[in-house]
């Protein structure tokens, strides 16, 4: 085997070996697309929903902000609010 063909080899398989990794990345960036996209829709919008009905429960009861906070976590989960009160 002449030097020129192992420099054609060793160029071939350098693209072989960059087109695998590059195949591999596309692969996890579409993996952790699909994970930002569940948290995102989910829990996010879920949190600033529960952050809102804190405010608004501070403001019309005039409750403590970490009593408000209880109370709204207590009624998410399905617990009777007020039940410690």
């Known amino acids: 085997m002449t030097i020129r063909h192992r420099i054609t080899l060793l160029v ?3 693209f072989v070996a960059l087109s695998a990794i ?3 990345a596309v692969y996890q960036t579409r993996g952790s697309a699909a994970e930002v996209r569940k948290v995102t829709e989910g829990v996010v919008p879920s949190a600033l929903a529960s952050a809102d009905l804190v405010s608004q ?3 019309k009861y005039g409750l403590p902000q970490t009593q408000a906070q209880s109370e709204v976590d207590a009624l ?3 617990r ?3 039940a410690g009160a």
């Open 57 to 59: 429960v501070v403001t």
């Open 76 to 78: 998410l989960k399905g």
């Open 80 to 82: 009777q609010v007020g």
């Open 12 to 14: 071939v398989l350098m």
């Open 22 to 24: 590059g195949g591999y």
